[in-house]
């Protein structure tokens, strides 16, 4: 049943006739909200301006629908980025056309073709659960950018830093997307609709949209009224709520998370706009890669940095990590290294009976 988003909704069931016919008395809903939810979940064509030169998939659904529409993305979904570090020694550059490698590519259209074939450096991107990300852009810069320690001044090994992009000539905290490139929800709009869509939508000034492409489709192909309710559906899913296990387990996996340090970096909750945000990150970069990795690298997130993924849904989001290559929680806490390595070492030592805690914890997010 889709019952997506509606959690304050009314909700009644009866029972007739052994079947089990379930009403959904429907509060009025955001009109934006209800037509940005159509926008996710349509499959766009060639008629509508889809792709060209290049696009990833033909909807928003197809990559973010696990366990429900606005989820997150299986293996096989993740998208490639490519650029070039001179066989790991740098420095890294992009090639023509920037790291977006498509997935797919309408016929006849060869752009780009030549870039791929000079990349020596690729990196794969698993598609993320967006359930809660509204409470994500409600908070306010300065609450991250509390949690940053560039210089390791505690002395733990342990840095975060604030992802700043500059928009419109001013520096703003990046907080979405793998490194933290993307600084509004609303720039994401933008942004998935062009790079993964290849929709052209109108430029707003702020850097994230392609007003026009090499269609015939006259430009730009959606409106900014579209890309309003489509910012508002996404910024309208909630959060994903616990399991909410009573097991003393999880509580005590909840300490051996705080003891060990998972808790430094995945830092349980910040302050929204709102109220308090249990997303478990403080959205700051770390690297967490073991030396010697080579992957993409941006102004002010070189290779390696990635944010910290907010762990609320956790465990229904499998396979972990920027590029899915853990498959189970516990893959995903032995894949940590560099700035982690240390508190990866910690649950290492730590007795199974704290290391299955933790793993109920994790569980019940
Ligand atoms: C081909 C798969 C694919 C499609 C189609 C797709 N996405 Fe994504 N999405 C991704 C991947 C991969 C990322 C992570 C990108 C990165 O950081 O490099 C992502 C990230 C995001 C994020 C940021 C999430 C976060 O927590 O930082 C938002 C928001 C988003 N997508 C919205 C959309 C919307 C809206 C659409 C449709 C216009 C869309 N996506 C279509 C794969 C996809
Ligand atoms: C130094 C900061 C830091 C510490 C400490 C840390 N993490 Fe992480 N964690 C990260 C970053 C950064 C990533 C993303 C790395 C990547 O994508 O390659 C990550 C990824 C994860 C993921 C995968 C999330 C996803 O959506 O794919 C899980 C699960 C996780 N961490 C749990 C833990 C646990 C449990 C601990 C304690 C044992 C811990 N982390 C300690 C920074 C940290």
């Known amino acids: 049943m889709a019952s997506l988003a509606l959690g304050s909704l009314p909700l009644l069931s009866l029972g007739l006739a052994g079947a089990a016919v379930v009403l959904l008395l429907q ?11 159509e926008l996710f979940d349509r499959s766009f064509h060639r008629a509508d301006g889809l792709g060209t030169p290049e696009m990833n998939g033909d909807s928003c659904r197809a990559c973010h629908s696990d366990p429900v529409l606005g989820g997150a993305g299986a293996l096989e979904l993740n998208v490639t980025r490519f650029g070039r570090d001179n066989n790991g020694l740098g420095p890294f550059v992009e090639l023509p056309g920037g790291q977006g490698l498509s997935k797919l590519r ?20 698993q598609p993320p659960s967006l359930l809660g990300i509204g409470l ?26 604030a992802r700043r992009l500059t928009v419109q000539g001013v520096i703003e905290i990046g907080r ?12 994401f709009s933008h942004d998935a609709l062009v790079q993964e869509l290849g929709l052209t ?3 707003d000034g702020r850097g994230f949209a392609i007003a026009s492409d090499g269609d015939d489709i006259a430009d730009p192909e959606l ?37 060990i340090g998972c808790a430094k970096c995945h830092v349980p909750t910040l302050q929204g706009l709102g109220g308090p945000v249990p997303l478990f990150s403080d959205l700051l970069l770390h690297n967490v890669m073991a030396p010697g990795y080579r992957g993409m690298a941006e102004p002010g997130a070189g290779a390696g940095m990635f944010r910290t993924p907010p762990l609320w849904g956790i465990r229904d989001t499998a396979p972990y990590m920027h590029d899915g290559r853990a498959e189970t929680l516990t893959a995903a806490i032995l894949a940590h ?15 199974q009976a704290d290391r299955d805690a933790l793993l109920r914890f994790l569980g019940d997010l």
């Open 27 to 37: 509060a009025a809903e955001d009109p934006a909200v209800t037509r940005g939810r």
């Open 223 to 259: 409106n900014a009224v579209q890309v309003g309710n489509l910012t508002a559906f996404m910024a309208s899913l909630p959060a994903p709520a616990r399991a909410g296990s009573t097991d003393p387990m999880v509580a005590l996996g909840q300490q051996v998370f705080t003891e």
């Open 106 to 125: 309408p016929p006849h259209v060869t752009y780009r073709e030549e870039a791929p074939m000079q990349a020596d450096c690729f990196e794969q991107r």
């Open 337 to 351: 290294d560099g700035e982690a390595v240390a508190v990866r070492t910690n649950f290492q030592l730590r007795p």
């Open 136 to 161: 994500i852009d409600s908070i306010p810069a300065a609450a991250i950018v509390a949690n940053e320690d560039p210089n390791d001044l505690d002395g733990d090994g342990i840095r975060g830093v």
């Open 201 to 203: 939508t109108p430029d």
């Open 176 to 187: 979405f997307g793998w490194k933290a490139q993307i600084p509004t929800l609303h720039d």
